[in-house]
């Protein structure tokens, strides 16, 4: 069974830093592209990047452009997500994502697979 898994969440100040990890089990998620989106309190779900399953095209929601970077490991089957400067609007249960479809990791979109989220709290 496809199974995805966050870790590295918690309590930042604002301006520091964290990584999260997604390690995925169950299916072979080398061949799948994996993203991140991101629930805030009392808002709705937001994408928040996405990664091809080469790994050569990244993208990322305006909001954390030049902040967050995406990558993977394949060999680990492990996507990481690490946040820069961040900013109390970060505050979000954080979800990791998995699709065949690259497009279905965007704004709006509807990914097959999801974790079970991360919580990432930045205090002011």
């Known amino acids: 069974q496809a199974q995805l898994v966050e870790s590295g969440g918690g309590l930042v100040q604002a301006g520091g830093s964290l990584r999260l990890s997604c390690a995925a089990s169950?299916?072979?998620?080398?061949?799948?592209?994996m993203g991140w989106f991101r629930r805030a309190p009392g808002k709705e779900r937001e994408f928040v990047a996405a990664i091809s399953w080469r790994g050569d095209i990244t993208k990322y929601v305006d909001s954390v452009k030049g902040r967050f970077t995406i990558s993977r490991d394949n060999a680990k089957n492990t996507v990481y997500l690490q946040m820069n400067s961040l900013k109390p609007e970060d505050t979000a249960v954080y979800y990791c994502?998995?699709?065949?479809?690259?497009?279905?990791?965007?704004?709006?979109?509807?990914?097959?697979?999801w974790g079970q989220g991360t919580r990432v709290t930045v205090s002011s």
């Open positions: 169950g299916r072979t998620f080398s061949s799948y592209a």
């Open positions: 994502a998995a699709d065949l479809n690259f497009s279905r990791l965007r704004v709006g979109g509807d990914p097959a697979y």
